[in-house]
């Protein structure tokens, strides 16, 4: 079965590509702006190839583009050298890839696990179904030491709203069933503005997921588990969260997509731990007891604030932070405190001294946004924390895309 499949598969429209004509390369991992992580709206929408044989779903899927940098089981069923899977993600805006990453191509010291030996990566602005082209396409070798990527261009300029992954083969087969890894895939390049989704108001319920969430505008407040309470705001397709369980102050941090059937996909993180799939269908009751979901209508002293985006490494504020803006001239413009305080907050990529002063300059570009939108500017104050207060860990990119934002202090 396994071999009339890799047939099949052979119609696709893709063209393999020579590792020699991709500028392949290993090299240290650098900081930039990943366009193909979760975090950033990449939601995974089918697999093909074995995948079912091999039970690779959504959370494999989501695995490969979760930002964590650390090995995972790609098959949780063994396969063997024709094995073949595909993975197709639609991206939250029209994007066009420049280059393209993978790092930590590690063995295991197993003889029954392997590295896959080929990735291919096709892209398509029809459809989840058809129209794919060759964006790249690499041979892995292994790396010498952890910390290291491959990094292989893109070819062609065309803006895609869909990728296809095409994984093929193994780095080192020593055995006919063979289970198959992965790291993550990174993207690089530019993307067009993305719309806010207003989709994040319901239930949703399923084995370790109970959470019902109320959005109003780009807030959303939310219950989740038994005595867990969260808040949020949406940049946009994404919600970005966290809360607290009140039974035992455990925080928990959220990463979360409707899809296009009402699903929730996402991350979770607990206590610090590295974030896991966190997914689930709508459902007409969330079975949490005494939730009040209602979400307060404007942001303002001591709120988080992800909705304020930023040009990478810049402090240019985005066209699409005009919402939160509004929502924050709103809700303190009719407080009366005296002083505000905007903070800056930053992942721990990079120089430490350039990060605290990376985050000081974005304070400082909300604290004149606000200004120039009408609120007095003898009431408000800059202050840049750098990477020395992350809420989230930042061993991967979904911790280091929560760690990035802003809060609003209102000292008594």
């Keep these: ?162 990728v296809r992954l095409v994984f093929s083969g193994g780095l080192d087969l020593q055995r006919e069933q063979t289970f198959f890894e992965f790291s993550e895939l990174r993207g690089f390049g530019a993307q067009a503005p993305v719309p806010m989704s207003d989709q994040f108001t319901g239930r949703w319920r399923d084995r370790g997921v109970r959470l019902e969430l109320q959005q109003s505008g780009s807030l959303v407040n939310g219950c989740y588990d038994d005595r867990g309470r969260l808040s949020g705001s949406v940049t946009g397709r994404t919600l970005y969260a966290s809360g607290i369980n009140a039974s035992d102050g455990t925080p928990s941090s959220f990463i979360l997509t409707v899809d296009g059937e009402g699903a929730i996909q996402g991350l979770r993180s607990s206590n610090g731990a590295p974030f896991r799939a966190y997914s689930g269908p709508a459902t007409a009751t969330s079975g949490i007891a005494d939730c ?20 990478f490494d810049s402090a240019t504020l985005l066209p699409g932070s005009e919402e939160s803006l509004t929502a924050l001239v709103k809700g303190l413009g009719s407080s009366d405190v005296s002083v505000i305080v905007v903070e800056g907050h930053s992942s721990s990529e990079g120089d430490e001294a350039y990060n605290m002063g990376l985050s000081q300059r974005r304070a400082e570009a909300v604290v004149a946004a606000l200004a120039e939108r009408g609120l007095d500017p003898r009431r408000l104050s800059a202050q840049g924390f750098g990477e020395t207060r992350p809420l989230a860990s930042n061993e991967d990119e979904a911790g280091r895309t929560l760690n990035r934002r802003v809060e609003i202090r209102c000292p008594a």
């Design 292 to 311: 009040d979901v209602t979400p307060s209508p404007e942001l303002g002293c001591d709120s988080v604030v992800y909705g304020l985006r930023f040009a």
């Design 1 to 162: 079965m396994l071999g009339d499949m890799k047939s099949q598969l052979q119609l696709l429209p893709f063209t393999l590509l020579l590792l020699a004509g991709t500028h392949a390369f290993a090299t240290e991992e650098t900081p930039a702006q990943d366009l193909l992580s979760f975090a950033a709206g990449a939601l995974p929408v089918k697999q093909g190839g074995h995948a079912e044989a091999l039970r690779v779903g959504d959370a494999q899927a989501i695995s490969a583009i979760d930002g964590n940098p650390t090995g995972y089981t790609l098959t949780p069923r063994p396969g063997g050298p024709d094995t073949v899977v595909t993975m197709t993600f639609e991206l939250p805006a029209p994007t066009r890839f420049t280059h393209f990453e993978v790092p930590n191509v590690l063995e295991t010291p197993s003889p029954s696990q392997t590295f896959v030996g080929r990735l291919e990566i096709l892209g398509s602005s029809e459809g989840p179904d058809s129209g794919f082209d060759p964006l790249g396409a690499v041979d892995f070798s292994t790396h010498e030491a952890r910390g290291q990527v491959t990094r292989f261009d893109a070819v062609g300029e065309r803006s895609v709203d869909w």
